[in-house]
């Protein structure tokens, strides 16, 4: 399995960041290549989540089981997608009342070969715009 970890500050409270993070059916108003996201059930421990993306005239959907730990982090454990396994993990960290730390981990194995290549190819270069459109959203 491929891995990808990511890591940076934002400078609002960890509270901020993880009302933003956590609130799934806006991603599709402000990250880039999501197309629409939605909650498809809530339980008091965890929601199955879908999210419809286009990567370079490529569209694909996913849905996940996403566990929430308030402030803390969100699992998200796949149901169904181009993946063939996926994982992965937000971690918030409160480094002061106005900064947070926060840690992007996924290990995953994608169905297609050559679309995980593409995949791999252009992962830092999504993750960068991502981590701008969240960070763009608690300016």
Not at 49 to 78: A, C, R, Y
Not at 94 to 102: A, I, K, S, W
Not at 107 to 125: G, H, P, T, V, W
Request: a neutral charge; glycine letters at 2%.
């Amino acid at each position: 399995m491929s891995t990808f970890k990511r890591s940076f500050l934002i400078h609002k409270p960890v509270d901020e960041v993880f009302k933003t993070l956590s609130d799934v059916e806006e991603y599709e108003t402000f990250i880039p290549y999501c197309l629409q996201s939605k909650i498809i059930e809530e339980h008091s421990d965890y929601s199955l989540v879908s999210l419809n993306l286009e990567f370079f005239g490529i569209q694909t959907s996913f849905t996940t089981k996403n566990i929430v730990e308030k402030n803390k982090s969100i699992e998200m454990d796949l149901i169904e997608g181009p993946f063939e396994k996926f994982k992965s993990k937000w971690r918030l960290e409160e480094v002061d009342q106005q900064t947070t730390n926060l840690r992007f981990e996924m290990s995953y194995q994608m169905r297609n070969k050559i679309l995980e290549m593409a995949f791999k190819k252009n992962l830092k270069m999504v993750s960068e715009s991502i981590v701008r459109a969240f960070k763009s959203r608690l300016s």
